[in-house]
């Protein structure tokens, strides 16, 4: 009998959103999955992002992160990363017009 590949971390970050925490209503904290998990918040942070990159509807919220149980969830995780996205950029202008100021 064959034995089934092992998943990596990743993938058992993915499978246990999706089994346990599935919609909005349904979070689990970033302390939480370290301590389940045995990683810190940056490696979760990394790790969401690399399944959000390969198309896994991994989305979060001010309470944590669960997997979408449907489109509007998801439309509201893409619309915190837009704000996000314009506050960084918000600030790299901010800093490249300070920039061009020193250069005087």
Do not use: W
Not at 78 to 90: G, T, V
Request: overall charge neutral.
């Amino acid at each position: 009998m064959k034995k089934s590949p092992e998943l990596n971390i990743e993938e058992r970050l993915c499978e246990y959103l999706k089994m346990n925490y599935r919609g909005s209503g349904n979070q689990v904290s970033s302390k939480q999955l370290e301590a389940f998990f045995h990683v810190k918040g940056t490696e979760i942070r990394r790790m969401v992002n690399s399944l959000r990159c390969k198309g896994e509807p991994i989305c979060s919220d001010y309470y944590g992160y669960y997997y979408a149980a449907n489109q509007l969830e998801i439309n509201a995780t893409i619309a915190q990363l837009n704000s996000r996205i314009r506050s960084i950029a918000d600030a790299r202008d901010g800093l490249l017009n300070r920039a061009d100021d020193a250069a005087e």
